[in-house]
């Protein structure tokens, strides 16, 4: 019998009774935004406290009435998979005045609202610290006009800020990213992979304009996942002479067959004489100095609109739950913070010291990286330029498919060039190895790669254990001096084979790291593989879509099925992504009562007015339990409520495009791995060969939290579930308390988890002249 889950212990430190709690958007919307109010709203309820919209931002609250509005747990359902921001936003110049700010807190005071989660930029945030700073002196002055009177004034004393940084150009310091814009780089990288169809047929030249002022995050980023020729940016000028660079490069790509060229420019890019360069610009450049047919594309508010992403729907709201928690815990000397996302934790940093980082730095450290992965792939040296290191080194896909592995092999074969050694493609994992289906790859074959979903190269599920001796042979023949393998959970089983094979086959011991990449997310010592991002968008769309099916149709709840073998990380998180009421994975058991118990829940919801209802369920949470048997549970004891619809979502979450995110994510950690092959060659390398048999030349390169780490396969043995093909300890079970807490779920929540205010550490580059 599976272990009951304690689902009666909830906060019993933290309570919101007796206090109110504003939330209003502010400034340009993002993609999310209504993600992060409706955390705020269910959040704040759950813990019993009342929660008003702010319509229209700071105006709203300005103009009070109307405007500010008591939320109830309906208002926001349906609101997730909205882009935009349904409550609202405006620029408001009146609250810039003090007369404005008296207006916005007498109506606040009106509402007893000392609390507010304000999500925007940094111009909203400051603005929300200056009026908590004046907000006693308004008080003050409201008593004076005998618009409160002082029994008001004392039961609203402090006002307590939280923010949370909407914003789709990733312009916010102390936040590894703001919501919207991994939304925003969807819309670009669609329209990017569009164009470069119609571009191909036709060899012309495209110039893009994509948004950021200031910032030039979207175009580097989105130039990194589409793998374009050219950037601009206002971060990084180009020195005199750029115009004839860029043209020579767009030359030399169409002298090599190339047959499309792509250059994007942020609204922002200026030269070095602060002379704005325009789209027109770059086009009469081209046209006047090679010829070439070009067209131009300004993207504009597109980038701004449609459905938020999977990673921001969580990214908000995991903040907006953050956000409340700050409030609830926030006293007379806690000072205004922002919830910012590092690494897979949401922390509470001082509001203001990040608004004066932006002021004072241009960009961060992982900006800068993005800058040098870039400049590493776009520009192709000329063969005396590179270093000669006489490597040979292979890289092959092992296991299922996975979107982002082509932008990870891509990346690895120009790195390895670069670094000066002979790259080989291996097809078909390790079955074409020990086949000898192995050739040499060059700059220009990894080409377009980036977009392009499976696994060009070829990818099976064979293990190298029984033919190690024809792997042993292939390697000599071929000279293979070092081994980069891009895959699944057979990955890291092969690279443990081969290292475990050492002490009888000396061809093994060259230098090799494993790099995760798998929809399933169920490597041991890393957070996040390539492909899972992927398909965690590929099921919240098709939960949007099947949602959309039943609007204005009777009641009705969908059971769906996801991919993930034992892992359940594609279904919890794809459930908080996608609001689902219930998901049933292998990690946390479950019994007949539960399933009673969540129908229970869903008949109690749909007498609210809410007409639909979405449960998922991992592929292998239970083997009676099967989605068969919960979709006829639900029928049955929903008869008469509700009916219910299957959809078992199979292998489309292993297909289409890879996600801005897998691209880039592939993109760096193929470039790391193959910085460090070189390093570990170097160190090995001794009278005329290489010899590498210590435990740290066959490793994992993983992402924890925020860095990257290369660890010993033989010492992950320990964090591994080889029977389930698991890692026994899994970062995302926490997020699970949160999804359960947005469908109205009494569950325990560990506080602990949550960020406490720290002091930004983060450090910035100078910035560039």
């Known amino acids: 019998m599976a272990k009951r889950q ?96 008296l207006k916005a807190a007498h109506h606040l005071v009106q509402r007893d609202i000392t609390n507010l989660c304000v999500i925007g930029g940094d111009g909203s945030l400051t603005g929300a610290n200056l009026f908590r700073e004046e907000w006693s002196g308004l008080l003050e002055e409201l008593v004076q006009q005998g618009l409160i009177d002082e029994k008001a004034a004392q039961n609203n004393s402090e006002l307590h800020i939280v923010g949370m940084v909407g914003s789709i150009d990733n312009d916010f310091c102390g936040t590894d990213m ?27 030249t495209f110039v893009l304009e994509v948004m950021g002022r200031h910032c030039g995050y979207l175009a580097l980023v989105s130039a990194l996942a589409c793998g374009a020729d050219w950037v601009l940016i206002p971060e990084m000028p180009p020195e005199d002479g750029w115009e004839e660079q860029m043209c020579q490069k767009l030359s030399e790509n169409r002298a090599d067959k190339k047959r499309l060229n792509i250059i994007i420019v942020a609204e922002g890019a200026i030269d070095s004489h602060n002379k704005p360069i325009t789209t027109d610009h770059i086009k009469e450049l081209v046209v006047s100095c090679l010829g070439f047919d070009t067209r ?35 006293s007379a000397s806690t000072p205004a913070c922002v919830v910012s996302l590092c690494g897979n934790q949401a922390v509470r940093l001082p509001l203001m010291e990040c608004v004066q980082m932006y002021v004072s730095f241009i960009f961060c450290r992982s900006f800068e990286n993005n800058l040098n992965t870039y ?87 064979t293990l190298p254990a029984k033919h190690l001796d024809k792997i042993a042979e292939q390697i000599r023949i071929h000279n293979i001096n070092a081994l980069l393998v891009i895959g699944g959970f057979e990955a890291f089983l092969g690279v443990m084979e081969l290292s475990a094979a050492r002490e009888k086959y000396n061809e093994f011991c060259v230098p ?41 149709t009777k009641r009705r709840v969908f059971i769906i099925e996801t991919m993930g073998g034992y892992c359940g990380y594609l279904a919890s998180v794809g459930g908080l992504a996608a609001g689902a009421d219930a998901v049933y994975i292998y990690e946390e058991p479950f019994d007949i009562r539960d399933l009673q118990s969540n129908v229970e829940h869903l008949t109690e919801k749909m007498k609210t007015g809410i007409q639909r209802g979405l449960v998922l369920r991992n592929e292998n949470s239970n083997e009676n339990f099967t989605t068969d048997f919960i979709y006829q549970l639900y029928s049955e004891e929903g008869k008469g409520v509700f009916d219910c619809r299957k959809n078992v979502l199979g292998h489309m979450q292993q297909g289409g495009a890879p996600s801005p995110f897998d691209r880039n994510f592939g993109t760096k950690i193929a470039a790391k791995a193959i910085q460090w092959i070189s390093r570990k060659l170097k160190e090995s390398y001794k009278e005329g060969k290489v010899f590498a048999n210590t435990e740290d030349t066959a490793c994992l390169l993983g992402m924890r939290r925020r860095a990257m780490v290369f660890q010993p396969v033989v010492q992950l043995k320990d964090q591994t579930d080889f029977v389930h093909r698991i890692p026994k300890e899994q970062w995302w079970l926490k997020l699970r308390p ?10 325990s929540y560990d506080v602990s988890d949550s960020g406490q205010l720290e002091h930004v550490t983060r450090v910035r580059p100078k910035k560039v002249d």
């Open 178 to 204: 703001t919501i919207g814009t991994d939304s925003a780089l969807h819309r670009i990288i669609e329209v990017v992979d569009a164009i470069m169809t119609t571009a191909q047929s036709h060899q012309r």
């Open 512 to 552: 090799m790291v494993m790099v995760p990449a798998t929809v399933s997310n169920n490597i041991p010592g890393s957070d996040l593989s390539i492909g899972a991002d992927t398909a965690l968008n590929a099921i919240t769309d098709t939960c949007d879509r099947i949602k959309q099916s039943a609007s204005g």
């Open 375 to 461: 400049k590493l792939l776009s520009y192709r040296k000329a063969d005396s330029e590179l270093p000669n290191s006489s490597f040979n080194v292979a890289v092959l896909n092992v296991g299922a498919p996975a979107a982002g592995m082509n932008a990870a092999v891509r990346s690895a074969v120009r790195v390895g060039i670069t670094e000066g050694h002979k790259m080989f493609a291996v097809n078909d994992g390790f079955e074409g190895f020990y086949k000898g289906q192995i050739k040499e790859i060059k700059w220009g074959d990894v080409g377009g790669w980036t977009g392009q979903g499976g696994s060009i190269l070829g990818t099976k599920r």
């Open 296 to 330: 131009v594309t300004i993207l504009g508010h597109v980038q701004r609109g449609g459905t938020p992403s999977a990673f921001d729907r969580i990214l908000a709201s995991r903040m907006g739950v953050e956000a409340v928690l700050a409030l609830l815990e926030a």
């Open 6 to 101: 304690d689902t009666k212990k909830f906060f019993e430190n933290l309570s919101g009774a007796g206090k109110s709690i504003g939330v209003l958007t502010s400034g340009g919307d993002a993609q999310g935004m209504n993600a992060a109010v409706r955390a705020v709203v269910r959040m704040g309820i759950y813990v019993g406290a009342k929660v008003y919209f702010v319509h229209e931002g700071y105006q709203g609250m300005v103009d009070g009435g109307d405007n500010i509005e008591e939320a109830s747990w309906e208002s926001v359902s349906s609101m997730l998979q909205v882009g935009g921001t349904v409550i609202g936003s405006a620029r408001c110049k009146e609250f810039r005045s003090h007369e404005g700010r």
């Open 738 to 747: 949160l999804m359960k807490i947005l469908a109205k779920y009494k569950t």
